[in-house]
């Protein structure tokens, strides 16, 4: 099944990496590393859990359920306003409202250009995604939150790990997915059986 999700989330990370691409007018790359599966309390140390981040954190709904987390390192972030803004790099110094609605914007397209790739070969009608919550802080603080989101709502996930590349300057980011298992397991046992009939 992991292979399976490999095989979509490649497919899904390019389309939304097209889509950041054309919003911040820069060329913007993927890595995918495989999924993996996680129980409870076991995201990822991916950075120095002290380094200053911000994150925009964005439930799914429907037929999948679980979050994405965009995860960005503080400078990188404003360096991301800058573009969006048309502003000239360095000077945006801090998030204020019209910067943090340009993040949320950011990932409502992104994660969106993500789910529907993702849920299309998964035979998915019904894939949606809540606002986008913006937070800065320490990565520690941000994982202890999807952490207790995660106990709170779902026992195995399935996680996606895409770094964010923006070509030419030496800055990334971060995208990881997290999904239930249950219904990604029933959506491959549905067309598995549609197959065998």
């Known amino acids: 099944m992991l292979k399976k999700l490999d095989e ?24 995918v590393s495989p999924a993996i599966t996680i129980t409870k309390e076991q995201f990822p140390l991916i950075m120095n859990p002290n380094e200053s981040v911000v994150s925009m954190n964005i439930p799914v709904v429907g037929d999948l359920n679980g979050m994405g987390l965009i995860i960005f390192p503080r400078a990188v972030a ?3 306003c800058d573009f969006m803004l048309h502003k000239n790099l360095g000077d945006t110094k801090l998030f204020l409202e019209l910067e943090s609605s340009a993040l949320i914007e950011l990932a ?11 849920a299309h070969p998964l035979q998915l009608n019904s894939v949606m995604h809540r606002t986008p919550i913006f937070k800065s802080d320490k990565y520690l603080t941000i994982i202890e939150d999807v952490n207790q989101a995660l106990k709170n ?7 996606i790990e ?6 030419h300057m030496q800055i990334r980011g971060y995208m990881i997915i997290m999904l239930g298992m249950d219904k990604i397991q029933h959506a491959i046992d549905n067309i598995a059986q549609e197959k065998n009939e």
């Open 78 to 80: 404003l360096t991301l």
């Open 153 to 159: 709502s779902i026992s195995e996930t399935a996680l």
């Open 8 to 31: 979509i989330s490649k497919v899904a990370a390019i389309k939304a990496s097209s889509s950041l691409s054309k919003m911040i007018e820069i060329p913007v790359g993927v890595d």
């Open 108 to 118: 409502n397209i992104v994660i969106g250009n993500f789910l529907s790739p993702f």
């Open 162 to 167: 895409i770094v964010i590349n923006l070509n």
